[in-house]
């Protein structure tokens, strides 16, 4: 089985901190995503990466940054912490090059911004 | 522009009898139609998809879906509910032409009354 982790289920931060999120996934797939989930906004997706050291840009990618040194690992940063980054965030991955289907998905970090 | 509507934001069902969550979407090119239901306090999990083929689609837990072309719909249906089936389902399209973005409609709180 496709077992995709993130670093933590539950965070609380203040507001000007540097975050965090990690996600590890153990299936060499080449894909891995990012997004937020909020409550009747359904999944946006922030950045996507399809290869080590690669990125893009989802749709909502301002105030965040990513990082993938190594295809199992996918980092998102948040700078500047603010509460309107208060969230669910999912990790997800999915294998293949351009031709990616279903997604695999962690469990969530809940982010707290005080 | 991909888009998908999930018009309901909630489905009551008694257990036992059948159910339907539905789905519309607009792609540009042929649509991959995916749909994924989230338990509480954890990630998405993938229930099924379409591609390319037969119409009707089963997947996981008992659960099928149609892809109607001319209506550009995807519903979730299952013959005879549980209550165990309810969750958050999220209805996902992504076109052909080769591009890494998934996008995912608001979700829909399914309730299954015993």
């Known amino acids: 089985d496709v077992k995709v982790t993130q670093s933590s289920r539950y965070l609380v931060k203040r507001t000007g901190e540097k975050v965090f999120l990690e996600c590890v996934q153990d299936?060499?797939?080449?894909?891995m995503f990012w997004y937020r989930q909020d409550p009747g906004l359904g999944l946006r997706l922030i950045y996507f990466s399809y290869d080590v050291k690669m990125k893009e840009k989802g749709d909502i990618p301002e105030g965040y940054s990513v990082s993938r040194e190594k295809k199992e690992r996918f980092s998102l940063i948040l700078e500047s912490a603010s509460t309107n980054q208060t969230s669910m965030y999912l990790c997800?991955?999915?294998?293949?090059?351009?031709?990616?289907?279903?997604?695999?998905f962690g469990p969530g970090t809940r982010l707290l911004v005080l | 522009a991909q888009s998908v509507a999930q018009p309901e934001d909630q489905v009551n069902v008694a257990e036992g009898n059948p159910l339907t969550v539905k789905c519309t979407y607009s792609?540009?090119?042929?649509?991959?139609l995916f749909w994924y239901v989230q338990y509480p306090n954890r990630g998405l999990q993938f229930l099924l998809k379409?591609?390319?083929?037969?119409?009707l689609v089963k997947g996981s837990y008992g659960f099928e879906a149609e892809f109607n072309k001319s209506q550009t719909s995807f519903h979730l249906k299952k013959p005879s509910a549980l209550v165990s089936d309810s969750a958050l389902y999220f209805c996902?399209?992504?076109?052909?032409?080769?591009?890494?973005?998934?996008?995912f409609g608001a979700g829909t709180r399914l309730f299954v009354k015993a």
């Open positions: 996902a399209v992504r076109d052909n032409t080769g591009g890494f973005k998934t996008i």
């Open positions: 792609v540009s090119g042929n649509p991959y």
């Open positions: 299936m060499d797939h080449e894909n």
């Open positions: 379409y591609i390319t083929g037969d119409n």
């Open positions: 997800a991955s999915s294998p293949g090059g351009r031709n990616q289907e279903t997604q695999y």
